[in-house]
Nanobody, 121 residues
């Protein structure tokens, strides 16, 4: 009964910006690490950025300096601000969250359905 819903994807030109959001809904106790992943056609899914509940962030080398991850714990939402977008950023972007549904059970990974980001040259 836990669901993650991404939004904010779309089509932009190279150099443009987009802001993705992912909101968790349903019945759960808490959310640990949240993150963004992406997958281009024919390629494996890769980690883009993660953020802990305390705000510690991690970025893939390919997006460092361009993307910024943040979260609003009160809203159970994680964001990804994407600036200076490149055609290589084109992919389906997925939200993932480590969610504790029942205490004291360890958190389990939940995935959103993905949102398409297309960057034209």
């Amino acid at each position: 009964q836990v669901q993650l819903v991404e939004s904010g994807g779309g089509l932009v030109q190279s150099g443009g910006s987009l802001r993705l959001s992912c909101a968790a809904s349903g019945t759960f106790f808490s959310i640990n690490v949240m993150g963004w992943y992406r997958q281009a056609p024919g390629k494996q899914r890769e980690m883009i950025s993660t953020i802990t509940s305390g705000g510690t962030t991690n970025y893939a080398d390919s997006v460092k300096g361009r993307f910024t991850i943040s979260r609003d714990n009160a809203k159970n939402t994680v964001y990804l601000q994407m600036n200076s977008l490149k055609p290589e950023d084109t992919a389906v972007y997925y939200c993932k969250a480590d969610i504790v549904v029942i205490v004291p059970q360890r958190g389990l990974d939940y995935w959103g359905q993905g949102t398409q980001v297309t960057v034209s040259s």
